[in-house]
């Protein structure tokens, strides 16, 4: 099936949105075409927020540098309160945002994984029992987990400088991970760990 004959979610998403090459976009980072392949939730938020994208931009809004992730965040994370999502859609409402049609169209992965292997015809290799490829997944993973906390924490701390309830001048939000090895007391950065396949006393 060709990309304009696709009447899957996904096509419907493209051609309603105007979504340019994001067909070919899904198609490298899931089979790894340059980098490392992302995984079908990371493909569907990466779909989403295109979407999101596509919209804020057609009202003539310019966002700025991470600000469509942080809508997209408070519009679909299970920790953001439903007052906040609800100020979120009212302010995307009142600049024009066809805020329900956006969240209707957006997919999951099971929808990403059905568009990229029944609609495009794209199949992957597993990885399931190559170990370079678990250990940058999970790698992957807790990045995504230490992004998300540092961007919880940095609101949360806004939130209550700008209500005057902490004082605080500018800040950054720095999370790591350390490992601490109990067989040779080393400390590795999890990341680092994972890439060099383990600690060096079991070499």
């Not at 490298?28 to 939730?41: A, I, T, Y």
């Not at 779909?47 to 991470?66: H, I």
């Not at 678990?134 to 995504?144: L, M, N, P, S, T």
């Not at 992004?147 to 004082?167: H, K, M, N, W």
């Amino acid at each position: 099936m060709s990309e304009t004959d696709c009447q899957c979610k996904v096509g419907r998403g493209v051609e309603a949105f105007g979504l340019d090459g994001v067909h070919d976009d899904l198609t490298r980072r899931w089979c790894g075409d340059g980098r490392e392949r992302q995984s079908l939730r990371e493909l569907a938020n990466y779909f989403n927020r295109r979407l999101l994208r596509s919209a804020v931009e057609s009202v003539d809004e310019a966002p700025l540098s991470g600000e469509v992730s942080n809508l997209y965040r408070l519009l679909t994370a299970d920790d953001v309160s439903s007052g906040v999502r609800t100020q979120t859609r009212r302010r995307l409402e009142s600049a024009g945002v066809p805020v329900e049609d956006v969240e209707s169209a957006f997919v999951s992965h099971q929808t990403v994984h059905t568009h990229l292997t029944e609609c495009l015809g794209v199949s992957r290799e597993s990885a399931e029992d190559d170990p370079d490829a678990r250990r940058r997944a999970d790698r992957d993973r807790i990045r995504a987990l230490q992004s998300r906390t540092e961007v919880v924490t940095t609101d949360a701390l806004e939130r209550l400088r700008d209500s005057d309830a902490l004082a605080l001048a500018e800040f950054d939000v720095l999370v790591d991970v350390t490992v601490l090895c109990d067989e040779c007391g080393r400390q590795h950065d999890v990341g680092a760990l994972l890439d060099q396949g383990g600690c060096d006393c079991r070499e």
